[in-house]
């Protein structure tokens, strides 16, 4: 089967670096997504690793180990805003195209 | 662009009734998903889609049905709904189901069943 693990939460303060770590066990790998989710809203793409390696937005980085099975989403410069859960996701291939299984995710929570 | 719409955005059902979760995309987009989130949790995969006539189960299809027979639309099917299936409903699509590409999901289905 496929399994995700995620910290549950992770308190920081705003201007600080928070880093939510994902380790991941699959048949089959494609990539990383992780995504973020404010309450009571849909989720939204933050970004993607395909390869190893570190991907930079913004204020936001990916990491991705394939030999490790091992991910990471690096929070920079916290603001208040980025209170939310962040989920990782596997993308594995299936029947019909893609399949996406989710970790538990990780409630962030920024404090002034 | 209106993106990914989800309707109804609320429904109570009585145990043993049936429904339909509709969503609409106006991307033109290739692959659709459905997932369910229950309270604390993760998303966890119903059914996809990568075209029309081309749908495959997820982790939890049980109880569930789904067809696709356009690209814009893929409705979730309950066939007789259990409390268990209390949950918030996201549909998904993205551009391409075959080589990554970011999902889009809609605002969601809070359903609660008695």
């Known amino acids: 089967g496929q399994s995700l693990e995620q910290p549950s939460e992770v308190t920081a303060v705003e201007g600080a670096i928070v880093q939510i770590n994902c380790t991941y066990q699959?048949?089959?790998?494609?990539?990383l997504s992780w995504y973020q989710q404010h309450d009571g809203g849909a989720p939204t793409f933050l970004s993607y690793?395909?390869?190893?390696g570190l991907e930079e937005t913004g204020r936001f980085s990916s990491f991705l180990s394939r030999s490790d099975s091992y991910g990471y989403l690096l929070l920079q410069e916290l603001q208040m805003k980025d209170s939310a859960s962040y989920f990782c996701a596997v993308s594995r291939p299936g029947a019909a195209g893609n399949k996406l299984t989710f970790g538990g995710g990780t409630r962030v929570l920024v404090k002034p | 662009n209106a993106g990914v719409t989800q309707t109804p955005k609320f429904q109570v059902l009585k145990t043993g009734q049936s429904m339909t979760l509709q969503c609409a995309q106006d991307?033109?987009?290739?692959?659709m998903s459905w997932y369910r989130q229950d309270p604390g949790m993760g998303l966890r995969l119903i059914h996809y889609s990568v075209g029309a006539g081309i749908t495959d189960q997820g982790e939890v299809p049980n109880g569930y049905n789904v067809s696709r027979s356009t690209t814009e639309d893929f409705p979730l099917r309950l066939l007789s709904a259990a409390p268990s299936q209390t949950s918030v409903y996201f549909c998904?699509?993205?551009?391409?189901?075959?080589?990554?590409?970011?999902?889009?999901f809609g605002n969601g289905t809070r359903l609660t069943v008695t």
């Open positions: 998904a699509s993205s551009y391409s189901g075959t080589y990554n590409s970011p999902l889009h």
């Open positions: 699959t048949s089959g790998f494609y990539g």
């Open positions: 690793n395909a390869l190893d």
């Open positions: 991307m033109n987009h290739e692959y």
